[in-house]
Structure formats: structure tokens, C-alpha cells
């Protein structure tokens, strides 16, 4: 049987890791419209549900009872289940409708129902949906910092540059669960290094997350999870009612929360039902609504594989974001564990929350290589971080991040890190050396950074989590030993508990602890040229990645062979065996090198001496009046004594000419000049002189890359662009004096 | 735009407290790093979180702001407590008599009636749907 060798390519690409399956509804291995879905339906008698999703009373289960208590709003539910449904996903996407109006009538919807309604849109619907109902105006961004050695150090400097960045919330998670305490700490003393006002939290089993909130080491917590069928939720050691008691708990402690769903956990823990992902997602979001959560992280978060490996997975993955901002929470979009082996599928699946926008775009995106992120690895890493701001800017979309210097990151590194070691100081805890402190710094992960004696280390934590010490010896510390910012902006996010303004929906601080929430920063869209869009001094900042140049300025590289010529007056048309070069406006004065960076002096002299090789005269012209290559050459060839003439722009494209023909035409042309070497040159001298003597010459064959054209684009467009801005029509072209006159060896 | 003025903080900066009573303007990174001070000054107070709970509910948050009065009572329910009424109510760790005391202690000793209540419904449910201690060791067998 025969091969295709292209399959066989294709068979070794990155997608043909992923798995891909057919649906399988009974095992809930399906995304929408799983035969045990039920069809939507609501009954209220005095005040009370007594049929829901086709479903009576005497029925429900755990979730069922918890919903139907809880979640829908009675008020409204009987006006908005009597609306069609295709007519509630059409209001979705319609600019004129408010979205306050829509939210209204989502709020009195059953989770059947609210899955009817999005499966009526396409993946464009869904984003121009999410676009115009997510909570807050100002999208913004969450990442991931932790580390494999749980490396204090290392921990601080990372939640620096996270918040320095531009992340609005960092989370952190441990290793050894022991280390929770200094990990929360870590990471609240390098975020408020980075920038004041990011809100931190330390994703550990409930209670211990809960003790670090009531020791001020952590502002928010996002790890209340909830199962869409009663025996995976218990399988979560949880209930409704015990994830809803810790929500007011957390509250209590003016602790912001947000819980956790996703299609897909219900499928892994063998506990679907046969129920679809989509509609067990929607219980789960009317639980973290009942159970007043301000907001949810949701996008199948760790699960991503499964509903990717099944038809209209990602899509659902879009519409399980939707649903949560349907019924007014705040949703921080997934993108936080791998999605794909294939970066083309990895990009394509953030695009439908990056575009958009949402509240979190990331619940976690990995601000440090993916080998020391402790949650899996997210679907983007710190690898990953040029590329994003490179998207901002190419979509024109607030994506949450800026770009930043490596000095000043740097700096911010060390800094978070010694203030750390301040802290470990004034709790008594094994210190942070100098040298831990310059490997956090310049540290790409952590097996950059110097062991600890972990024993000690742990034995420290326990200390630190049971005995009287809190954030505010922290605060004390830092006041005290130089680095009163940070104590102040750690002082701030403290203080800020009293107030409780972040515990509102969608809330995140601005770098002068305002806060950015649902009640203050409420979405606003309602069609093109209203909504969120970057503008100003934020636009600017993501134009300015530092990759990006003034283009007026000419850049040259380090080579330092600088072409002198001297100008003898106007050219006169020549006689005899000759080799006319003739050279664009700017050769050798504005420009000295040709777009793959050869020195003009060098590119020259090879040219004078192929021609020299042949025994034949050269002289070279300056062509004035016009850039275009063609008009070079052929005014070149008019003026060459043997009719030959080799036309060269200072960007390095070259042509061979013969007088009379036309000025588009040639003997030999060599466009792509980013493909010429020295050694090119000189044999295009050689040429040129054989054409010119009349001897048989073997057209020269450049080699072809496909990435020239995306390398040299620019460039040459610059490089004509000065060339151009050197004409000065009607003037003659002048004959050349060469003053660096010798070749170097090729 | 943000629109400040809508912004709660800005409203109520004179009059917050935290939950020990000192006023927020009195709070001062100078005192802390004088020494002065605990967690508990940094604490929201029953107060401040009813108003938050307004401000949730006026914007359609009707839950949240639920959530904000239940919190409200539990502001001054010690952490171990808390932590235990949390533990309680997790699946198969309680008999119904056993909520049942939780709901009391709330109730009469915290003055959290809505927390009780809270309890309690979670306590008819788990009895219903199998979820009590006894219930789950029954099971087991």
C-alpha cells in the first residue's frame, strides 16, 4: 500500500497529539443535547417552585432544591420563561436592548432554559455577547505564580513582575501545602512591590484558605468549587450550602471570592447523569449565583482537554463564559490550564475571550514558565508574554498586560525580593540570603535558585500559621527598613478590608486603589463607539513594546565599514569597455548598508572588482533624479560606454542593464537583495562585465526564502522610503569618486 | 469613565468604621508601624457590610447582597467557630441534631438569624437526600 509522504507529515504535527473523540452522551462525553437533558419548564404556585425543567417538586435532588430556593428570581422568572427563547439570545447580541434590560429577564431563567438560549449562537454572537454583557467596562487580567521549590525568593520577584506587568490579580498555589502561609506571604509582599493594589490569594484546601484570609495574607479566594450533579459535588467533600456558608465567611472577612465550575468534572468524576456539559455547567452557575458569589472562573478551567476533544467543545467553552455573565457575574475566562500541543489551536481557542474581553481574560495566566507552574501549566506562559503584547497591539484589544524594560524589571525583581528578606527577618524565619535574592532576580525558573533546608522551612510556616504574627508585623518591617512603599501599599490593601468595595462584582484596584467594580466601572456597551475600548495614554502604552522603532531614524548596524565617495561632477556618457554601476540617491550618504545589513562600501567594491576579474574598466554613477531601479539602470546603461550598466538602490536590490532595452526590462534582476551575499556581488560584476565584452555569462541563481518577504517587508519599505526622500529631480546624475577604495576578502 | 461618585468607598469614607470601631481615617501606616494595632482593626464591620449589601442589591445583585447580610452576622463569630460551622456542613460530617445546634449557637449566641437559617435549610435537605453523618455510615454497610 502506498504512503503519502505529506500525511505522514502532517501525522507528526503538534494537533495529532491532542485526542479527539466521538460524543458518547450517556458518559455526560457530550457538549449540548444529551438525550437526559431536560426540556425547560418552571411552575410557581404561592410564591414557591414547584416544577422546574420538567422536573416536579417532590423530586429534586441536592442542587435541584438549592436552585430552585435560591437562584431564580421569582419576580421575573414566569415573564422571562414565557419569551422564546431564540428571541432571549437575540437581545443578547442587540445593541439596542441595555444590558441591564437583558440581565433582568436572564435572572429569571432555568438552567435548561439559559442553555436553550446560547445554543442558538454562533462563536461571533457569543463574543459580540460577552462583549456587551460582562460586568465590568475595563477588562483586565489574572496570573499564576508559583514555583517547584516553592522558593520564597523566587515567589516575590515573580508576583512582582506579574504586577508590574499589569496583572490586576495573582494567584499562587504551594508545592507542599505546608507552605501555604509563605507563599500567601511572598506573593502579597512582591505583588505590593510591583504594583500596589493587585489583589493576591493562595489556592490551598478551604479552611487553610480560609485561615490565610483571616491573617490578612491573602485579599480574595477563587477555589469554592461547584459540581453540576449532587454526587460530584459531594465527591468535592462539599455541598451548596457549605460553599454558600464559607462565601459569607470569606465576606465576614472582607475577603473577595469568586467560585469554580466548569464543563467536563461532572464526565471525569464518572458523575454526569448523561446529562450534557453545557446544561451541568448552568446548574453549576446558578449555584455560585445563589449562593451569592459575586463572580465565578469558569471555561472548563482544568478540564479543557475533554471538551476540546469533542465536537463544538470550544465553542461550549465560550458559552459556559457567556452564561456566566447572563446571569451577572463576574467570569474570569479559563485559559489557565494547557488547551493544545498546537499553538495555532492554543491561539485560536484564547481568541474567543481575548477579543471580547471579560472580566479576567486569564483565571490564570502562567506569568512564569509552564515547568514551574504547580496548577498544570497555563494555556500561554512567560515564554508566551511577547506574543500577547504583540496581539494587543495587533487587534487593537486591551488584553490586561504592558509591556515593560528588562532593567526596570529587574529592578523591581530584587527589590520585592529583599523586602521579602526584611520580613523573614523581622518573623525569625530562616533568612533569605544575598545569593537567593540575585538568583531571584535574574532567575528564568527555579532550578536557578539555591536549595533551602526545607525542614526548617516548613517548620517555620507551622510556626508562623498557628502563632500570634500577622501581615501587619510585615507592614512593620518594611516601614522600618527602607522600603516604605511597599508598607504602604500592603498597609493600603489591609485597610481596604474595612471598606469593602472590592467585595462588590468584577472588583479589581487601580494602581491608586481605586476600585474598578460592576457599580462603578459597569459595562456600558451598546454598539460600535460606545463599551470599553483602549484609547489615550493606554492605547500608547501597548503600542510601545520595545520591539517597535522610529522608522524615520536610519538604523545602522554595528559593521563599521562606512562608504566615502566623493562627487566629480556630472556623468558623461563613456566609451570603450566599460561597466557602468550606477547607484540610488542615497547610496553611501544617508544609507551606508543594504537591507541584510552588508556595508555599501563592501557591496561595491565586490561589484568593481567582478568586473575587475574580467578585465574590464568600471565606473561608477550616481543617480539623482529618480529610486526606482529600473530608471537607475537604464539611465546607467545610457551613459556605459559598452551599453552595460548594473543598477544597485542602497537597499541592496540590483539589476544588470543593456541600453536599449526597455526600462522594466533587464539581463539579470536580483530583487530579493536580502538574499544576496558579498559573494553575489562579485559575481554579478563578473556578469556584467562578460555581457559587457560580449562573452557567454551563466545567469546567476539566488536562493529563495518564503520568510524574506515577512523579514524584509518592512525594512524596505524604510530603506526605499529615505532613498526616495534623497531625489532631487532634474539633477543630473554625478560620477563618483570611491575613497574606501579596497575590498575585503570574501 | 469611572464614575466616582457612584464609587461606595467615597461616600462612606467619613463615617466607616472597622469592626473594632476605630474610624478609617484613624487607621495610619505611622500607627501600624508604631506598633499600634491588630487584624481586628483591619476588619470590616457588621455596618459596612449591610451597606454593602445595599449597594448590591440597588444594582441587581440581589444574592450577593444576601450573601453581604448573612456575612454581616457572622462578623463577629470567632474564626474557629466559623471554621467549624463550615466543617459541619459538609457532607456526612454532622447529624441533623447536630446542625441543629449549630443553627441555635448562631442564632441565639451571635444574633444570625439569616446564618441559622442557613443551617437549618441545609439541614432539611441533608436529611432528605442522605447527607448526615448517620445517614452516610448506614450506607456504608
Given at each position: 500500500m502506498?504512503?503519502?509522504?505529506?500525511?505522514?507529515?502532517r501525522a507528526a504535527?503538534?494537533?495529532n497529539k491532542?485526542?479527539f473523540i466521538q460524543?458518547?452522551?450517556?458518559a455526560?462525553?457530550?457538549?449540548?443535547?444529551a438525550?437526559?437533558?431536560?426540556?425547560p419548564s418552571?411552575?410557581l404556585?404561592?410564591?414557591?417552585?414547584v416544577?422546574?425543567?420538567?422536573k416536579?417538586r417532590?423530586q429534586?435532588d441536592?442542587?435541584d432544591t438549592?436552585i430552585?430556593?435560591?437562584?431564580?428570581?421569582?419576580?421575573?422568572a414566569?415573564?422571562?420563561?414565557?419569551?422564546d427563547s431564540?428571541?432571549?439570545?437575540r437581545?443578547?447580541?442587540d445593541?439596542?436592548?441595555?444590558?441591564?434590560?437583558v440581565?433582568?429577564l436572564?435572572?429569571?431563567?432555568?438552567?435548561?432554559?439559559?442553555?436553550?438560549?446560547?445554543?442558538y449562537l454562533n462563536?461571533?454572537?457569543?463574543m459580540?455577547?460577552l462583549?456587551k454583557?460582562?460586568?465590568?467596562?475595563?477588562?483586565a487580567?489574572?496570573?499564576?505564580v508559583?514555583?517547584?521549590?516553592?522558593?520564597?525568593?523566587?515567589l516575590?520577584?515573580?508576583?512582582?513582575?506579574a504586577a508590574?506587568r499589569?496583572?490586576?490579580?495573582?494567584?499562587?498555589t504551594?508545592?507542599v501545602?505546608?507552605y501555604?502561609?509563605?507563599?500567601a506571604?511572598?506573593?502579597l509582599?512582591g505583588?505590593q512591590t510591583?504594583?500596589?493594589?493587585v489583589l493576591?490569594?493562595c489556592?490551598?484546601e478551604e479552611?487553610?484558605?480560609?485561615?490565610?484570609?483571616m491573617?490578612g495574607l491573602?485579599?480574595y479566594a477563587?477555589?469554592?468549587?461547584v459540581?453540576g450533579?449532587?454526587?460530584?459535588?459531594?465527591?468535592g467533600d462539599?455541598?451548596?450550602?457549605s460553599?454558600?456558608?464559607?462565601?459569607s465567611a470569606y465576606a465576614?472577612r472582607?475577603v473577595?471570592?469568586?467560585?469554580?465550575?466548569?464543563t467536563g468534572?461532572?464526565a471525569?468524576m464518572?458523575?454526569a447523569n448523561g446529562?450534557?456539559?453545557?446544561?451541568l455547567?448552568?446548574?453549576?452557575?446558578?449555584?455560585?449565583?445563589g449562593?451569592?458569589?459575586?463572580?465565578?472562573q469558569n471555561?472548563?478551567?482544568s478540564?479543557i482537554?475533554l471538551?476540546?476533544?469533542l465536537?463544538?467543545?470550544?465553542?461550549?467553552?465560550?458559552?459556559?463564559n457567556?452564561?456566566a455573565?447572563?446571569l451577572?457575574?463576574?467570569v474570569a475566562?479559563?485559559?489557565?490550564?494547557?488547551?493544545s500541543?498546537?499553538?495555532i489551536?492554543?491561539?485560536?481557542?484564547?481568541?474567543?475571550q481575548?477579543?471580547?474581553?471579560?472580566?479576567?481574560?486569564?483565571?490564570?495566566y502562567?506569568?512564569i514558565p509552564?515547568q514551574d507552574?504547580?496548577?498544570g501549566?497555563?494555556?500561554?506562559d512567560?515564554?508566551d508574554?511577547d506574543?500577547y503584547?504583540v496581539l494587543?497591539?495587533d487587534?487593537?484589544?486591551?488584553g490586561?498586560?504592558r509591556?515593560v524594560?528588562?532593567?526596570?524589571?529587574?529592578?523591581v525583581?530584587?527589590?520585592?525580593?529583599e523586602a521579602?528578606?526584611?520580613?523573614?527577618?523581622?518573623?525569625?524565619?530562616?533568612?533569605?540570603?544575598k545569593?537567593?535574592?540575585h538568583?531571584a532576580?535574574?532567575?528564568y525558573?527555579s532550578?536557578d535558585?539555591?536549595?533551602?533546608?526545607?525542614?526548617?522551612?516548613?517548620?517555620?510556616a507551622e510556626r508562623?500559621l498557628s502563632g500570634p504574627?500577622t501581615?501587619?508585623g510585615?507592614v512593620?518591617?518594611?516601614?522600618?527598613n527602607?522600603?516604605?512603599?511597599?508598607?504602604?501599599?500592603i498597609f493600603?490593601?489591609?485597610?481596604?478590608?474595612v471598606i469593602g468595595?472590592y467585595l462588590?462584582p468584577?472588583?479589581i484596584?487601580?494602581?491608586?486603589?481605586?476600585?474598578l467594580s460592576?457599580i462603578?466601572d459597569?459595562?456600558?456597551?451598546?454598539?460600535?463607539?460606545?463599551?470599553?475600548r483602549p484609547s489615550?495614554a493606554r492605547?500608547?502604552?501597548?503600542?510601545?513594546?520595545?520591539?517597535?522603532?522610529d522608522?524615520?531614524?536610519?538604523r545602522?548596524a554595528t559593521?563599521a565599514?562606512t562608504l566615502a565617495?566623493?562627487?566629480?561632477?556630472e556623468a558623461?556618457p563613456?566609451s570603450?569597455?566599460?561597466?557602468?554601476i550606477?547607484?540610488g540617491p542615497?547610496?553611501?550618504t544617508?544609507?551606508q548598508q543594504?537591507v541584510?545589513?552588508?556595508?555599501?562600501?563592501?557591496?561595491?567594491?565586490?561589484?568593481?572588482?567582478g568586473?575587475?576579474?574580467e578585465?574590464?574598466a568600471?565606473?561608477?554613477?550616481?543617480?539623482?533624479?529618480t529610486?526606482?531601479?529600473?530608471?537607475?539602470?537604464f539611465?546607467?546603461s545610457r551613459?556605459?560606454?559598452s551599453?552595460?550598466?548594473?543598477?544597485?538602490q542602497?537597499k541592496?536590490?540590483t539589476?544588470i542593464?543593456?541600453r536599449?532595452l526597455?526600462p522594466?526590462n533587464?539581463?539579470e534582476l536580483?530583487?530579493?537583495?536580502?538574499?544576496?551575499?558579498?559573494?553575489?556581488?562579485?559575481r554579478i560584476?563578473?556578469?556584467a562585465?562578460?555581457?559587457a565584452s560580449?562573452?557567454p555569462?551563466?545567469?546567476l541563481?539566488?536562493?529563495v526564502d518564503?520568510m524574506a518577504?515577512?523579514?524584509?517587508?518592512?525594512?524596505?519599505t524604510?530603506?526605499?522610503?529615505h532613498?526616495t526622500?534623497?531625489?532631487?529631480?532634474?539633477?543630473p546624475?554625478?560620477?563618483?569618486?570611491?575613497?574606501t577604495?579596497?575590498?575585503?576578502?570574501v | 469613565m469611572?464614575n466616582?461618585e457612584?464609587?461606595?468607598?467615597?461616600l462612606?469614607?467619613?463615617s466607616i468604621?472597622s469592626?473594632?470601631?476605630v474610624p478609617?481615617?484613624?487607621?495610619s501606616?505611622?500607627r501600624?508601624?508604631a506598633g499600634?494595632?491588630d487584624?481586628?482593626?483591619?476588619?470590616?464591620?457588621r455596618?459596612a457590610?449591610?451597606r454593602?449589601?445595599?449597594i448590591?442589591?440597588?444594582?441587581?445583585w440581589?444574592?450577593?447582597g444576601?450573601?453581604f447580610r448573612?456575612?454581616?452576622?457572622?462578623?463577629?463569630?470567632?474564626?474557629?467557630?466559623i471554621?467549624?460551622i463550615?466543617?459541619?456542613?459538609r457532607?456526612?460530617?454532622?447529624t441533623?441534631?447536630?446542625?441543629g445546634?449549630?443553627?441555635?449557637k448562631?442564632r441565639?449566641?451571635?444574633h444570625a438569624?439569616?446564618?441559622?437559617?442557613w443551617?437549618?435549610e441545609?439541614a432539611?435537605v441533608?436529611?432528605?437526600?442522605?447527607?448526615?453523618k448517620?445517614?452516610?455510615?448506614?450506607s456504608?454497610?
Amino acid at each position: 500500500m502506498s504512503q503519502s509522504r505529506r500525511f505522514a507529515v502532517r501525522a507528526a504535527r503538534e494537533i495529532n497529539k491532542d485526542t479527539f473523540i466521538q460524543e458518547w452522551p450517556e458518559a455526560g462525553l457530550v457538549l449540548l443535547g444529551a438525550t437526559a437533558d431536560p426540556h425547560p419548564s418552571l411552575r410557581l404556585e404561592n410564591g414557591q417552585i414547584v416544577e422546574m425543567d420538567g422536573k416536579p417538586r417532590e423530586q429534586f435532588d441536592m442542587i435541584d432544591t438549592f436552585i430552585a430556593c435560591h437562584s431564580i428570581q421569582l419576580d421575573v422568572a414566569e415573564e422571562a420563561m414565557a419569551v422564546d427563547s431564540l428571541q432571549l439570545a437575540r437581545i443578547l447580541v442587540d445593541i439596542h436592548v441595555p444590558r441591564a434590560q437583558v440581565i433582568r429577564l436572564m435572572n429569571g431563567l432555568t438552567a435548561a432554559k439559559l442553555v436553550e438560549v446560547v445554543s442558538y449562537l454562533n462563536v461571533v454572537e457569543m463574543m459580540m455577547a460577552l462583549q456587551k454583557i460582562r460586568v465590568r467596562r475595563t477588562p483586565a487580567n489574572q496570573a499564576h505564580v508559583t514555583n517547584r521549590k516553592d522558593s520564597p525568593a523566587l515567589l516575590a520577584a515573580d508576583a512582582a513582575e506579574a504586577a508590574f506587568r499589569g496583572f490586576a490579580e495573582i494567584e499562587t498555589t504551594v508545592g507542599v501545602a505546608r507552605y501555604a502561609p509563605w507563599n500567601a506571604l511572598a506573593v502579597l509582599v512582591g505583588s505590593q512591590t510591583g504594583r500596589g493594589g493587585v489583589l493576591t490569594q493562595c489556592a490551598v484546601e478551604e479552611a487553610m484558605s480560609l485561615r490565610l484570609a483571616m491573617k490578612g495574607l491573602t485579599t480574595y479566594a477563587e477555589t469554592l468549587s461547584v459540581y453540576g450533579t449532587d454526587p460530584a459535588f459531594i465527591d468535592g467533600d462539599d455541598t451548596p450550602w457549605s460553599k454558600g456558608f464559607l462565601a459569607s465567611a470569606y465576606a465576614s472577612r472582607g475577603v473577595k471570592i469568586r467560585f469554580t465550575s466548569g464543563t467536563g468534572s461532572e464526565a471525569l468524576m464518572a458523575h454526569a447523569n448523561g446529562q450534557s456539559m453545557l446544561y451541568l455547567e448552568a446548574r453549576c452557575l446558578l449555584m455560585t449565583k445563589g449562593a451569592g458569589s459575586q463572580g465565578v472562573q469558569n471555561g472548563s478551567i482544568s478540564c479543557i482537554a475533554l471538551p476540546e476533544s469533542l465536537p463544538g467543545g470550544v465553542a461550549a467553552v465560550a458559552a459556559e463564559n457567556l452564561l456566566a455573565a447572563m446571569l451577572g457575574l463576574e467570569v474570569a475566562t479559563g485559559n489557565d490550564a494547557m488547551a493544545s500541543h498546537s499553538d495555532i489551536r492554543k491561539c485560536a481557542k484564547l481568541m474567543l475571550q481575548f477579543l471580547p474581553g471579560s472580566d479576567f481574560i486569564f483565571s490564570g495566566y502562567s506569568s512564569i514558565p509552564k515547568q514551574d507552574n504547580m496548577f498544570g501549566g497555563g494555556n500561554l506562559d512567560a515564554d508566551d508574554l511577547d506574543d500577547y503584547l504583540v496581539l494587543q497591539r495587533d487587534m487593537k484589544v486591551d488584553g490586561g498586560l504592558r509591556p515593560v524594560g528588562e532593567n526596570e524589571t529587574l529592578a523591581v525583581r530584587r527589590r520585592a525580593a529583599e523586602a521579602l528578606a526584611v520580613v523573614f527577618d523581622r518573623f525569625g524565619f530562616p533568612p533569605i540570603t544575598k545569593a537567593e535574592i540575585h538568583a531571584a532576580e535574574t532567575a528564568y525558573a527555579s532550578p536557578d535558585m539555591p536549595d533551602r533546608d526545607m525542614a526548617a522551612d516548613l517548620a517555620a510556616a507551622e510556626r508562623f500559621l498557628s502563632g500570634p504574627d500577622t501581615v501587619l508585623g510585615a507592614v512593620q518591617a518594611l516601614a522600618k527598613n527602607g522600603f516604605p512603599d511597599i508598607a504602604q501599599n500592603i498597609f493600603e490593601i489591609e485597610r481596604q478590608r474595612v471598606i469593602g468595595d472590592y467585595l462588590q462584582p468584577s472588583a479589581i484596584f487601580t494602581g491608586r486603589f481605586d476600585v474598578l467594580s460592576g457599580i462603578n466601572d459597569a459595562n456600558d456597551y451598546m454598539g460600535p463607539g460606545t463599551g470599553y475600548r483602549p484609547s489615550g495614554a493606554r492605547w500608547e502604552e501597548i503600542c510601545n513594546i520595545p520591539q517597535a522603532y522610529d522608522p524615520r531614524l536610519p538604523r545602522h548596524a554595528t559593521s563599521a565599514a562606512t562608504l566615502a565617495v566623493e562627487e566629480c561632477g556630472e556623468a558623461q556618457p563613456g566609451s570603450g569597455l566599460e561597466v557602468v554601476i550606477a547607484v540610488g540617491p542615497a547610496f553611501g550618504t544617508r544609507l551606508q548598508q543594504t537591507v541584510n545589513d552588508l556595508p555599501l562600501a563592501e557591496v561595491l567594491a565586490q561589484l568593481r572588482a567582478g568586473i575587475a576579474d574580467e578585465g574590464v574598466a568600471a565606473r561608477v554613477i550616481k543617480i539623482y533624479r529618480t529610486s526606482d531601479l529600473g530608471q537607475i539602470s537604464f539611465e546607467g546603461s545610457r551613459l556605459s560606454g559598452s551599453g552595460i550598466a548594473i543598477g544597485t538602490q542602497s537597499k541592496g536590490t540590483t539589476v544588470i542593464h543593456r541600453r536599449g532595452l526597455l526600462p522594466l526590462n533587464n539581463l539579470e534582476l536580483f530583487s530579493q537583495a536580502s538574499q544576496l551575499s558579498l559573494e553575489h556581488y562579485r559575481r554579478i560584476g563578473r556578469n556584467a562585465a562578460r555581457y559587457a565584452s560580449g562573452r557567454p555569462a551563466e545567469p546567476l541563481l539566488v536562493p529563495v526564502d518564503n520568510m524574506a518577504r515577512l523579514k524584509y517587508i518592512v525594512k524596505t519599505t524604510i530603506l526605499h522610503r529615505h532613498e526616495t526622500e534623497c531625489v532631487q529631480s532634474g539633477r543630473p546624475a554625478e560620477l563618483l569618486r570611491i575613497k574606501t577604495l579596497e575590498a575585503t576578502s570574501v | 469613565m469611572i464614575n466616582s461618585e457612584k464609587n461606595a468607598a467615597r461616600l462612606h469614607d467619613k463615617s466607616i468604621t472597622s469592626k473594632t470601631g476605630v474610624p478609617l481615617n484613624d487607621l495610619s501606616l505611622e500607627r501600624i508601624a508604631a506598633g499600634w494595632g491588630d487584624m481586628a482593626d483591619f476588619s470590616i464591620s457588621r455596618q459596612a457590610l449591610l451597606r454593602q449589601a445595599e449597594i448590591a442589591t440597588a444594582g441587581g445583585w440581589r444574592q450577593l447582597g444576601e450573601n453581604f447580610r448573612r456575612a454581616a452576622e457572622l462578623v463577629n463569630v470567632p474564626d474557629d467557630i466559623i471554621l467549624q460551622i463550615y466543617e459541619g456542613l459538609r457532607p456526612f460530617r454532622t447529624t441533623a441534631a447536630e446542625l441543629g445546634e449549630l443553627a441555635s449557637k448562631l442564632r441565639l449566641q451571635f444574633h444570625a438569624p439569616e446564618c441559622a437559617r442557613w443551617v437549618e435549610e441545609a439541614a432539611e435537605v441533608y436529611v432528605s437526600r442522605g447527607l448526615l453523618k448517620t445517614a452516610h455510615e448506614n450506607s456504608d454497610r
